[in-house]
């Protein structure tokens, strides 16, 4: 922690709630706040309005939200969260929990999601789609916190009373629970959670604030008792979300391994460092997080090149509870809880109103956006034009790729292949035929191939090798194209057992994501070394196949290509500079998130 970045933020306070306690926050472009207000049993909150969600319009005026249909909004239980992406205006999500925590157990239906669609003025908005949550992923008791949507399809939804994460496709509506000890309470030997004189370690407070970043795509959850923040790369989590899917589908053998799915996670989460103790967190869209820091009564930026400092005065909030960042600027939300009368033998110790306030970031407490950075957040016009492309059906792709990659070193005689999962056929694939040379190929001589290895379409043999491709797309939602080959330069690490370093700016292509699968036992003909091939190489792009070859993963036979010539480079490179008696300089680590995303999206 670096401290206070001067000088502090100026809070401006847009509203005084007096002893209402409003807990969900969201702000877009040119439109009123919008907040909602939990219920949580008279007994605790005997101060709420009546209304579930309300408009600011000014210190001390505010309206009810005109939700439509009038049934559904009025018949909301308890709105403990609200989410506005940034960067989809009009659209407003409602999270409801259904129940008062430590209330009644919920009832089948009460917890669910709404997908409002925005008026114009920001005064209402028409429910577009509903969601609700099996038993199987929310217990009786549990307790729907905070949300998040990532503008790829999913939703990440806290449990603070069961210590998990719901994790919901938005279009089939789906979810399946995401269980880490990391979400969970935790003090580490000698810590205690305190506010002023008030030792708050009892609270039974798991995960409760989560943020996305679209800037790295990164998800972030943090208990509210435990002082470190955590942090995984969101791809892994919905990667994971579709093999659970499938395993639950199938029921194919792959799934019996309780590693599998959900819980596979279990191996990507980061430790983002101890930062203290905090309710909520939002990302901007610079990939900043911003945390409620409880015991200092104040908000920490920590910056996306890991600086962590206080950007308002500490001691200025009265617990502050829900933080989001919007339009430039950093909207809080106070809410006292640690001077309510339920935590304090009946006394009520809150001698102020709880506040809605705003402030603007101290322009040296966070990292500025460069051109690139900015064209892949989406927040700019970069690249302005690019040249048009032929729309090629995925035989002509696959056919391109063969005859590009013949040029780039994949030629030895007529080994290797190359298969794009099939969208019109479910399990099978598109595959390049077995005996022909890749310089040589076309799109007629392109197979349709079924998910146990048979040729359905085409003229030609299938590989015999087929299984690392049944396998791999089975078990990976990610791997749409699988390519094989053995390219010169990739063989020869794939012999020394050498994997190459990220030792110049298109290697970071793949940085964290070359493996080597050591164990070569000959080729890969059957499911079950394929299955055992796709268990030990994980979420990796590109693998050396130990004394064989590589293979190259991706979501397009384009990346694949991309990627393909761009390792045999990478390795040819990394053989050349040991050939000359030196040792590769690597990239420094700091450097290489924006290349290799850069690099993967096409920008650069």
């Not at 007629?444 to 690392?468: F, N, R």
Request: aromatic share 8%.
């Amino acid at each position: 922690v670096t401290g206070l970045v001067p000088p502090a933020a100026a809070l401006d306070e847009l509203h005084d709630f007096g002893k209402s306690l409003a807990t969900g926050l969201c702000k877009l472009p040119g439109l009123k706040p919008i907040v909602s207000f939990p219920k949580w049993g008279r007994d605790i909150t005997p101060d709420q309005p009546d209304i579930a969600i309300g408009v600011v319009h000014g210190r001390n005026v505010l309206k009810p939200f005109q939700g439509s249909p009038r049934q559904v909004f009025s018949e909301l239980i308890s709105v403990q969260s609200l989410f506005c992406p940034q960067t989809n205006a009009g659209v407003m999500w409602v999270l409801d929990s259904g129940h008062s925590p430590g209330g009644q157990n919920l009832t089948e239906g009460a917890a669910k999601l709404l997908k409002v669609s925005l008026t114009p003025s920001g005064a209402g908005g028409r429910l577009d789609r509903l969601y609700t949550f099996p038993r199987s992923v929310l217990p009786p008791t549990g307790y729907l916190n905070d949300v998040r949507v990532d503008g790829k399809g999913f939703a990440y939804i806290t449990d603070s009373s069961s210590g998990s994460i719901l994790v919901l496709s938005l279009a089939s509506g789906k979810s399946h629970v995401w269980t880490d000890e990391r979400m969970r309470v935790h003090l580490e030997r000698g810590e205690k959670f305190q506010i002023g004189e008030k030792d708050m370690s009892f609270l039974p407070a798991h995960v409760d604030g989560i943020a996305y970043s679209k800037f790295d795509d990164m998800l972030y959850w943090k208990p509210v008792v435990r002082s470190s923040l955590f942090g995984i790369t969101a791809q892994h989590v919905r990667d994971a979300f579709e093999i659970q899917e499938a395993c639950a589908a199938t029921n194919h053998d792959s799934c019996a391994n309780s590693s599998a799915g959900m819980s596979s996670l279990v191996h990507d989460v980061k430790n983002m460092g101890k930062l203290g103790f905090h309710d909520g967190l939002d990302a901007d869209l610079q990939g900043n997080i911003y945390l409620t820091d409880l015991e200092q009564g104040s908000i920490q930026c920590l910056a996306r090149n890991g600086t962590l400092s206080w950007v308002t005065e500490q001691k200025a909030m009265n617990f502050p509870d829900c933080v989001i960042a919007a339009e430039g600027s950093v909207f809080v939300l106070t809410t006292q809880v640690h001077l309510m009368p339920f935590l304090n033998d009946g006394t009520d110790l809150r001698q102020d109103g709880n506040k809605l306030l705003r402030f603007a970031v101290p322009s040296h407490a966070v990292v500025p956006m460069g051109k690139l950075e900015a064209a892949l957040s989406g927040t700019s016009g970069f690249p302005m034009a690019m040249p048009a492309v032929p729309e090629l059906s995925v035989p002509e792709q696959l056919a391109c790729a063969a005859r590009i990659l013949a040029s780039t070193g994949y030629a030895l005689d007529v080994a290797g292949h190359i298969t794009v999962a099939h969208d019109g056929i479910p399990g099978a694939m598109w595959s390049t035929p077995y005996g022909v040379w890749w310089r040589d190929m076309t799109s007629e001589d392109m197979l349709v191939v079924s998910g146990d290895g048979q040729v359905l379409e085409g003229s030609w043999d299938v590989t015999p090798a087929i299984a690392i491709h049944t396998e791999l797309h089975r078990s990976r939602p990610d791997a749409k194209v699988v390519l094989h080959n053995h390219p010169y330069y990739g063989s020869l690490l794939a012999a020394m057992h050498e994997v190459p370093d990220i030792a110049d700016q298109q290697a970071c292509m793949f940085d964290g994501d070359i493996v080597l699968f050591d164990e070569y036992t000959g080729g890969i003909d059957n499911p079950t070394d394929g299955q055992y091939l796709a268990s030990r190489i994980g979420n990796a792009t590109a693998i050396l196949l130990a004394n064989h070859g590589v293979l190259i993963v991706g979501e397009t036979v384009q990346q694949v290509a991309y990627r393909a010539a761009t390792f045999e480079r990478t390795c040819r490179l990394h053989y050349d500079t040991l050939a000359a008696g030196r040792a590769p300089k690597v990239v420094p680590k700091s450097t290489r998130n924006v290349l290799k995303r850069s690099l993967n999206s096409g920008t650069c």
